[in-house]
T-cell receptor, first 108, second 114 residues
């Protein structure tokens, strides 16, 4: 069993829909990261969380440390949000453990 | 933008040949990483460096070696490429060792081993 599980693996939605991507992990962590990989391959960091909630534009990330779960939400989704969203956790050895990613497609 | 470049961006080679991928950064970040990305897998760490001449293995290090002779460059070498090493390779940097440091990624190198 992977230490970091993302769901769903694939998600297709219509423009304007509210999107939720989930990340569950089984190890003790000091931080959790959400990243976005564009269709062209580039990877950029979206959020780093150790507790609570963060918001940047239409993106919201939450984390529940007790439940070992994080969610990434996209409000008013747009085709340009189409990408692979990756969750990664920082374990007790300060190494990053990566989820397999969620491929999101937003249709106009 | 952490100013990370990778070269080459694409390479096709034959089984058994040596291959070296280069990662160059302009941000003076202490940590550098090499990952491979394959369909159905998350990013998998090959090797990383925590300073000049200081390197360590990741989870998929077999068949790979690295070198870091100066802060800005981190080289990944496949001594004798195999078809299982066909992948997209990403370099990343991180300023320090804190849990809260984010990683910055290069554009990737697509390697095909025939």
């Amino acid at each position: 069993k992977n230490e970091v599980e993302q769901s769903p693996q694939n998600l297709t939605a219509q423009e304007g829909e509210f999107i939720t991507i989930n990340c569950s992990y089984s190890v003790g962590i000091s931080a959790l990261h959400w990243l976005q990989q564009h269709p062209g391959g580039g990877i950029v960091s979206l959020f780093m969380l150790s507790s609570g909630k963060k918001k940047h534009g239409r993106l919201i990330a939450t984390i529940n440390i007790q439940e070992k779960h994080s969610s990434l939400h996209i409000t008013a989704s747009h085709p340009r949000d189409s990408a692979v969203y990756i969750c990664a956790v920082r374990d007790s050895n300060y190494q990053l453990i990566w989820g397999a990613g969620t491929k999101l497609i937003i249709k106009p | 933008d952490a100013g990370i470049t990778q070269s080459p961006r694409h390479k096709v080679t034959e089984t058994g040949t040596p291959v070296t991928l280069r990662c160059h950064q302009t941000e003076n970040h202490r940590y550098m990483y090499w990952y491979r990305q394959d369909p159905g897998h998350g990013l998998r760490l090959i090797h990383y460096s925590y300073g000049v001449k200081d390197t360590d293995k990741g989870e998929v290090s077999d068949g790979y070696s690295v070198s870091r002779s100066k802060t800005e460059d981190f080289l990944l070498t496949l001594e004798s490429a195999t078809s299982s090493q066909t992948s997209v390779y990403f370099c990343a940097t991180q300023e320090g060792g804190s849990s809260y440091n984010e990683q910055f990624f290069g554009p990737g190198t697509r390697l095909t081993v025939l």
